[in-house]
């Protein structure tokens, strides 16, 4: 029985990532669900690794004396704390979807300079080449439309301003492809097991996983949309991927 609701479940989960209003809504139910749990969920889906990734980042970043940065679907906050140690005297804004989020995000993040905004990555209510760096963490495989989202991360930036993006990645080999996201739809699904999360958001890391591009596809689709990648770090033998790409003006 519990293989079939297993089944039912994932089949559920796929479907909705199909459709962008549908995934926007089920990305808001499980993460406002995960919020409390969130600081734990992550460093172990990343193998404790998690916060010297988004540190990595940070670090790849250019040096601006006083930037305009905005970190989209920020969480509770960690990249956030990160930029304002790296860049003191930064306008740092963070933005997520889910409210519960935030919450957390302003009582441990909150420092001058920081702000937190309720938005959707694929409506930012940010204007117009205002923004010099734009950080992402696990943020653009959940992204209800990617094209959309990475066509607001282009809108936001100043022209050669940097979107960086920290997400576990797919080789484009398919044996491999086909490896690693196993290797993420199990290990997801033993923290599930072992924490007694809801089993649809271990279902959707590795759903997510499969239905986002590969590294040569999700370097073409930059392009596509404006974004340069011009440095890439990949973790963890290949499951994850800093990618560090500038906005270059559209003939």
């Excluded at 980042?57 to 940065?69: G, T, Y």
């Excluded at 940010?126 to 943020?139: F, K, V």
């Excluded at 050669?160 to 398919?174: C, M, R, T, V, Y």
Aim: hydrophobic residues 45%; charged residues 25%; contains cysteine.
């Amino acid at each position: 029985m519990g293989s079939v609701v297993s089944r039912d479940l994932k089949l559920e989960v796929r479907n909705s990532l199909s459709d962008s209003v549908v995934k926007k809504q089920l990305n808001r139910e499980l993460f406002s669900g995960l919020a409390r749990d969130y600081d734990a969920f992550t460093p172990l889906m990343s193998l404790w690794r998690d916060h010297y990734w988004k540190q990595k980042m940070v670090a790849m970043l250019p040096d601006v004396p006083a930037p305009v940065c905005v970190d989209i679907a920020c969480g509770t906050g960690d990249i956030i704390q990160s930029l304002a140690e790296r860049y003191h005297r930064a306008n740092i804004v963070g933005i997520d979807l889910v409210m519960s989020m935030l919450e957390i995000a302003q009582t441990r993040r909150a420092a001058n300079g920081v702000s937190f905004v309720q938005q959707d990555m694929c409506n930012l209510g940010i204007q117009n080449n205002s923004a010099d760096i734009l950080t992402a963490g696990y943020a653009i495989r959940n992204a209800p439309d990617l094209g959309k989202c990475l066509d607001e991360i282009y809108r936001v930036l100043k022209p050669d301003g940097i979107a960086a993006f920290l997400e576990f990645s797919k080789p484009q080999l398919w044996p491999f492809d086909v490896i690693s996201c196993w290797i993420m739809a199990m290990w997801g699904r033993v923290i599930g097991w072992l924490f007694h999360w809801r089993p649809e958001v271990c279902i959707y890391v590795g759903e997510s996983l499969k239905a986002f591009p590969d590294r040569a596809r999700l370097n073409e689709t930059m392009r596509q949309h404006g974004l340069e990648p011009v440095r890439s770090r990949l973790l963890m033998f290949g499951l994850g991927e800093i990618l560090i790409t500038r906005k270059r003006l559209r003939e």
